[in-house]
């Protein structure tokens, strides 16, 4: 029993993580081995009405943490990237349905042989509002201000701080996975 507590544990982990929709582009004409820093941009002043400043912070960490994975490291100022950060919040609805059938039925009567009824059903409909982000980020090469990497990530935004938090990390993660250095050790 213990044991299957914890597939369904890890189940259901693996499920909630894997929303992330990740899309991003790049230049291949751009040498990205030659960068071994960056620095960030700033926030859209937009972005204040949709986040807070820990949630910008922790954004800003766990990109850094994907950056120094690919052994490029993160200055104040004169890196060989800019890295842009900026996010849009959509309100979304859900609809579900869930049809309930009652009465009626099939079967085998003795004296009347193969019948059928029909019954009653009912449908009930339930709207669910949700906030899903868009996170864009912008990779441009300092000296000549292009943009050489874009990644963009998409999911339901977890309105309890503390999923949140355990969230940012995955999907800075998830939209890094494309970046064209892979994370040290890996190829």
Request: aromatic share 14%; charged share 30%; with cysteine.
């Amino acid at each position: 029993m213990k044991n299957v507590l914890i597939a369904l544990f890890i189940f259901f982990i693996a499920v909630s993580c894997s929303s992330v929709k990740v899309h991003s582009d790049y230049d291949k004409t751009v040498d990205f081995s030659k960068y071994k820093t960056f620095e960030y941009y700033g926030w859209a002043e937009e972005s204040d009405k949709v986040l807070n400043q820990f949630d910008k912070e922790r954004i800003e960490k766990a990109f850094a943490e994907e950056f120094a994975k690919r052994d490029l490291q993160l200055v104040k100022a004169d890196g060989d990237m800019v890295v842009s950060l900026f996010i849009v919040v959509d309100q979304k609805t859900s609809v579900t349905a869930y049809t309930d059938h009652y009465g009626g039925g099939y079967g085998y009567g003795a004296r009347w042989g193969w019948y059928g009824g029909y019954g009653q059903s009912t449908t009930t409909y339930s709207e669910d509002d949700y906030l899903e982000g868009t996170l864009v980020v912008d990779v441009f090469d300092k000296s000549d201000k292009n943009l050489i990497w874009q990644g963009v990530g998409q999911k339901t935004i977890q309105e309890n701080p503390e999923k949140r938090e355990r969230m940012i990390p995955y999907v800075a993660e998830s939209i890094m996975k494309s970046f064209p250095i892979k994370p040290a050790g890996k190829k």
